[in-house]
């Protein structure tokens, strides 16, 4: 590639192309998990549709590796690549709401609290995650599961279209109408079809929830877990919580006397005014110990969304681990309680996340995330600010995996994967005939797997 073609390629962007030796290199190409370090020969950073079109031309002419980086907050780091192309959409962050549609218009470049920043004024919430900082991009190709997910389903059960820009250059609008092999394929298939340059989606009445954490000490643990479990199925779909098993972190604003503590969380945000909240959740909570603290109140939807950033900022060091979850046996959790013990750190954690309610009225076949039987999806994150503990936390996320995979399903979600996963992996998590149908879409929208820097889905054989 000589310097002219790269030139005309710039003189092609309306945003800038940063290159190793610019100044601001290493600033645009850090990702979210501080375990990764990918160098990029060089990053698109594209301001809208025609920028990216350019991109993948870009890439395709010049035969370079490719990857697509919207909120830049996958595990194992597949925003970015070595030696390659970074699409990076990180800028494009345009935010739409009608009001009367109840409909949102999304950038790839979104994270999920700025969409619910956008929503809120007008009393509306997409489902997204727990996290703000989140890109919508790749947790919405993935899935999407939250705090509204047993309400409003997964994210991909509230996409309507999406506009996307396939390898060969063209764009098109995926929706149930359009292209609808595509818009079925981009519902849990991640990054492997093209790149998403807008996403409409489905808003829901959504404005104050009581909502928070409950930490109890982690000796009371077993009983919580199985409270926890038998009580979720009849709970009402409001109530959009999930259990963790955690410490308590020594800083602020947290309890001084039990900083360190091991524990057993409950997180979450039910979608009701405070006193039917209350309500809903009291046959759980009156069964059970007195927590170390209980910090559920009424706040904005946003503020649940943004309420743990603090304590997980850009950088750190990730490792994750995760599982679709059938049936968490009386076994399972005192294996679960065993593991987590052994976590090198204090931000290490494991989620473990409801798959039920309108996630359940959705067909198996009618998006590629199939798991719509599991009752959770569990992640195991091993987290540090310390780059020396990288080793540690993947020691402990692969033994812990490793003790309770047994109980737990094939497949798992794929935006709680690392790059390490063991052969058959996807096709468990998709199904066989869901990864027959992927494969077959990334046959006819990508047959030379440009975009393979994601959960790979290699195009069916002709
Ligand atoms: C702190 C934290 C909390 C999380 N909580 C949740 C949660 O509650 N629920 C949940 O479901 N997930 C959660 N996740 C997982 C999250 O869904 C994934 O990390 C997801 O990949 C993040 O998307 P991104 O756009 O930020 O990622 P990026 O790293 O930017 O991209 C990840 C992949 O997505 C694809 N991609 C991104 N943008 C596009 C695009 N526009 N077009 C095509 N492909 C694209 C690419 O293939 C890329 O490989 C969490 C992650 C973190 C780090």
Request: glycine letters at 10%; proline letters at 6%; aromatic letters at 10%.
């Amino acid at each position: 590639m000589t310097d002219a073609v790269t030139t005309t390629f710039q003189q092609n962007l309306r945003g800038l192309l940063v290159q190793p030796a610019d100044a601001d290199y290493n600033s645009v190409r850090a990702l979210y998990n501080g375990m990764i370090d990918k160098r990029p020969r060089l990053i698109a950073r594209c301001v809208d549709t025609a920028d990216v079109i350019a991109a993948v031309n870009f890439a395709r002419q010049q035969n370079l590796l490719v990857a697509i980086r919207g909120g830049g907050h996958n595990g194992p780091g597949l925003g970015s690549c070595n030696d390659g192309l970074m699409i990076d959409l990180s800028l494009m962050k345009g935010v739409r709401v009608d009001q009367a549609a109840r409909t949102v218009r999304v950038e790839p470049g979104c994270t999920s609290g700025d969409v619910d920043h956008a929503t809120h004024p007008f009393g509306l919430a997409v489902p997204f995650g727990i996290v703000s900082t989140t890109g919508v991009a790749g947790l919405t190709l993935g899935g999407g599961t939250g705090y509204l997910t047993r309400e409003h389903g997964l994210t991909v059960d509230n996409l309507l279209e999406a506009d996307v820009v396939l390898a060969d250059g063209r764009v098109v609008t995926a929706s149930e109408r359009d292209h609808a092999d595509l818009f079925w394929a981009i519902r849990g298939g991640g990054g492997n079809f093209g790149v998403v340059t807008s996403f409409l989606f489905q808003a829901h009445p959504v404005n104050t929830v009581y909502a928070g954490p409950i930490f109890w000490d982690a000796v009371h643990a077993k009983q919580i877990m199985r409270a926890y479990r038998d009580f979720l199925p009849a709970a009402p779909e409001e109530v959009g919580i999930f259990i963790g098993l955690k410490t308590v972190l020594s800083m602020d604003p947290f309890p001084r006397e039990a900083w360190g503590k091991r524990a057993c969380a409950i997180i979450g945000a039910c979608n009701a005014p405070a006193e039917a909240a209350k309500r809903m959740l009291a046959p759980l909570l009156e069964a059970l110990p007195a927590p170390i603290f209980n910090w559920m109140s009424e706040m904005p939807f946003p503020a649940i969304n943004g309420l743990f950033d603090p304590f997980v900022p850009k950088g750190l060091q990730w490792y994750w681990k995760g599982d679709f979850v059938k049936t968490l046996s009386n076994e399972a959790i005192d294996t679960h309680i065993a593991e987590a013990a052994k976590a090198p750190t204090e931000l290490c954690l494991m989620h473990l996340y409801p798959i039920d309610g309108a996630v359940r009225r959705v067909a198996r076949d009618a998006t590629p995330w199939a798991a719509r039987d599991a009752t959770f999806s569990m992640v195991i994150a091993g987290i540090s600010p310390d780059p020396k503990d990288a080793d540690a936390l993947k020691a402990w996320g692969r033994a812990y995996w490793k003790a309770v995979h047994p109980y737990n399903m094939g497949g798992g979600y794929v935006n709680f994967m690392f790059d390490d996963e063991a052969d058959g992996r996807l096709q468990a998590t998709y199904g066989r005939e869901n990864y027959a149908r992927l494969a077959t879409a990334k046959m006819q929208y990508d047959p030379t797997n440009l975009f393979r820097v994601n959960q790979n889905i290699a195009p069916a054989a002709l």
